[in-house]
């Protein structure tokens, strides 16, 4: 079965750094856009950040500058560096497989907690 497992999430101190991780499991995961969302409580979910098969990546607004998405085909992995965070990053994050809007997968989730 197709799955998809981000890890990587915890408790992190304002202007500290997390990495996620999204590993995914019998798919071609390289042919695929993947999406990082994330949502926090009482607020509907947002995208934070894509890329594309090709590895062009977009983010929005409010983490451009301080996170950065990437990809390891070899690894069958996509990762999402987070720097500088601040209470309003505190969420659960999702990761996101999109292969021509046909075939899309989500994780579970991991939780982000950005606390002093």
């Known amino acids: 079965q197709v799955q998809l497992v981000e890890s990587g999430g915890g408790l992190a101190q304002p202007g500290g750094s997390l990495r996620l991780s999204c590993a995914a499991s019998r798919i071609t995961f390289s042919i695929y856009r993947v999406g990082w969302y994330r949502q926090a409580p009482g607020k509907q979910r947002e995208l934070v950040a894509t890329?594309?098969?090709?590895?062009?990546?977009n983010y929005s607004d409010f983490v451009k500058g301080r996170f950065t998405i990437s990809r390891d085909n070899a690894k069958n992995m996509v990762s999402l560096q987070m720097t500088n965070l601040n209470s309003e990053d505190t969420a659960v994050y999702y990761c996101?497989?999109?292969?021509?809007?046909?075939?899309?997968?989500w994780g579970q989730g991991t939780q982000v907690t950005v606390s002093s």
């Open positions: 890329i594309s098969s090709g590895g062009t990546t």
């Open positions: 996101n497989a999109d292969y021509a809007s046909r075939y899309r997968y």
